[in-house]
C-alpha cells in the first residue's frame, strides 16, 4: 500500500469518463467492492444523460416515487407521483386528500407567471435620479428584453413590468431594477436572466452607474400558487380535533420555532412532487420560506379557520417557480413520465397541484400531532426501516417491524437483538 497522502487536486476529473472517475474515487478513499459496484448501478437514468446533466457524475442515486391517491383538484380526479426517501409523506397527503374527497376537494389559482430578474446598480451619485432615468426607459427594456426570447414572446410571454428601487445597503445606495417578466410554462431562471444580463450594459450608460449583478429573485411573489380546502368538522372527529388543529396553527403563527416545523411539513409534500418532475427543489423551497417571513416573522406558509357551517378551512399560498420545460423536466425520462401521469399541459396547472399537495401534507401533520401524535403514524414504516437498516431481509422485515412495535422499543439495537433471536427460533 502506497504511504502518499491522497489529494483531491484531481486535475482533468471532469475530462474523464464515469467509470474513470469512480475508479479515481474509489482510490482515493478506499472503497469495498460493493459499495463501488453500488455507485457504478445505473438505476433508470441513462448514465449519459446523468453525465450531461450535472459535472463530474460518478453515479446516480434513486428515490422512491409513490403516489397520492383520493386528490380532487377544481372538480378533476388527479393521482400525484412523490419522489421522497420520508416514510409517511405520500400517505399523509391520502389521508388528507380522502378526508375532504366528499366534500369537494381542493379549490386551486394562481396569481400569474410573472418571475422577477434583479439588476444590481452601485455607484450612482443620484440615485432617486437614476431610479427615475430607468423608469423613462419601460418602453426600450421591454424591447431589449423581449429581442432576447422571440420565442417567449410568441408564446404569449416577455417584459411584463420593470420596477426600480432605491434601497440603502450597508455600504452605499443601490439601485435595483426589477425586470417583471411573464415566464409562461418555464421556470424562467435562464430566460430572465438571458434578460437582466442583455439590459445591464445599456443601464450603465444611462446613468453613469456601474452594474454588478444580474439574476432572478428566487422570492418569486408574483408566482403565488394557491388552494383551498373544507374538512367537514364531523369527519375528521368533531370540534375538538378542528380546535385542535386551528390552534396548532396559531401557535405556528406565534413561533418561528414551531413555524419552521410546521412548514417542513409542508416542504414534505411540496418538495416530492416538484422533484418527481424535474423541477428545481432549491428555487422552491428558497422561496417559500423567503415568502414565510415577508412580514419579518417567520410565518405559517397555510391559514386555518372555522368555516361559517363549523367545517375547518384550510388554505395555502406560496410561490410556486416550476416549470414543464427548461431544466431537468423535459430531459429527466422520469420525469416526463410522472408529469404524463399528472396530465399538466401548464406550469400553473403544476404550481396549483402542488399547493394543493402541500396543504394536504400540513392537513395530516396537524391533525396527528393535534391528536395521537405523530410517532403511531410513523411508526409501522419507521420500524421497517429500522428492521431493515438491523439486517432483515424478505419477510423477517414484516415479522421484526411488528416485535419492535409490540415491544414499545423502535430502536436499532433491540432491532439487532431481536433479529438475532428471530434467527434462532
Ligand atoms: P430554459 O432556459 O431551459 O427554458 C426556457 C426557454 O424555453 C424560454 O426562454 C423559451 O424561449 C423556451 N420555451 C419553449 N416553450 C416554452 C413555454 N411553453 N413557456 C415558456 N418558455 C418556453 O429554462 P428556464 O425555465 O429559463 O430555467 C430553468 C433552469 O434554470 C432550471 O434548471 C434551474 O435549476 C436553473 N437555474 C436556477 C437558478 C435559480 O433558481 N436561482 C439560477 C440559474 C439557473
Not at 474515487?25 to 446523468?50: I, K, M, T, W, Y
Request: overall charge negative; aromatic content about 4%; some cysteine.
Amino acid at each position: 500500500m502506497s504511504n502518499t497522502t491522497p489529494t483531491s487536486r484531481i486535475s482533468g476529473f471532469h475530462k474523464l469518463t464515469i467509470q474513470e472517475r469512480l475508479n479515481k474515487v474509489a482510490e482515493f478513499c478506499h472503497l469495498d467492492d460493493e459499495s463501488r459496484q453500488q455507485l457504478a448501478r445505473p438505476g433508470n437514468l441513462d448514465p449519459e444523460l446523468a453525465d450531461r446533466l450535472i459535472e463530474n457524475t460518478i453515479g446516480t442515486l434513486s428515490i422512491p416515487v409513490g403516489i397520492a391517491t383520493n386528490m380532487k383538484i377544481d372538480q378533476d380526479d388527479v393521482l400525484i407521483p412523490m419522489a421522497t426517501e420520508e416514510s409517511s409523506v405520500v400517505a399523509a397527503v391520502c389521508n388528507a386528500a380522502r378526508q375532504c374527497y366528499d366534500n369537494g376537494g381542493f379549490t386551486t389559482s394562481m396569481s400569474g407567471s410573472l418571475m422577477i430578474a434583479q439588476v444590481q446598480l452601485v455607484g450612482a451619485q443620484d440615485p432617486s435620479a437614476c431610479r427615475l432615468k430607468i423608469l423613462e426607459k419601460k418602453a426600450e427594456i421591454k424591447a431589449l428584453c423581449n429581442a432576447c426570447d422571440p420565442l417567449l414572446v410568441q408564446l404569449g410571454g416577455g417584459l411584463h413590468d420593470i420596477d426600480v428601487r432605491v434601497i440603502h445597503a450597508v455600504s452605499e445606495p443601490m439601485v435595483v431594477v426589477h425586470l417583471i417578466v411573464d415566464v409562461r410554462d418555464a421556470m424562467g431562471a435562464n430566460a430572465v436572466n438571458s434578460m437582466a444580463e442583455a439590459l445591464a450594459p445599456h443601464i450603465e450608460s444611462w446613468t453613469g452607474g456601474r452594474v454588478y449583478l444580474r439574476i432572478l429573485s428566487n422570492l418569486a411573489d408574483q408566482r403565488l400558487a394557491r388552494a383551498r380546502a373544507t374538512w367537514s368538522c364531523d369527519a375528521i372527529g368533531g370540534p375538538e380535533v378542528r380546535d385542535g388543529i386551528i390552534s396548532a396553527f396559531h401557535f405556528a403563527e406565534a413561533d418561528p420555532y414551531r413555524a419552521t416545523t410546521h412548514n417542513k411539513g409542508i416542504m414534505n409534500g411540496v418538495t416530492a412532487v416538484v422533484l418527481a418532475t424535474g423541477n428545481d427543489t432549491r428555487a422552491v423551497e428558497s422561496g417559500a420560506h423567503a415568502y414565510a417571513s415577508l412580514t419579518g416573522t417567520y410565518r405559517s406558509l397555510t391559514q386555518w379557520e372555522i368555516a361559517e357551517n363549523g367545517d375547518l378551512a384550510g388554505s395555502i399560498e406560496i410561490p410556486m417557480a416550476v416549470g414543464l420545460i427548461g431544466g431537468a423536466t423535459k430531459l429527466h425520462p422520469t420525469a416526463r413520465a410522472c408529469l404524463e401521469i399528472l396530465g399538466v399541459t401548464t406550469a400553473d396547472r403544476l404550481a396549483q397541484i402542488i399547493a394543493a399537495v402541500g396543504l394536504a401534507q400540513n392537513f395530516s401533520a396537524l391533525k396527528a400531532l393535534a391528536t395521537t401524535g405523530i410517532q403511531k403514524g410513523h411508526m409501522t414504516l419507521h420500524s421497517q426501516n429500522i428492521a431493515m437498516m438491523a439486517g432483515a431481509v424478505g419477510s423477517e422485515i414484516d415479522r421484526l417491524a411488528q416485535r419492535l412495535i409490540d415491544r414499545q422499543a423502535v430502536r436499532l439495537d433491540v432491532a439487532e437483538q431481536e433479529l438475532e433471536l428471530l434467527r434462532k427460533q
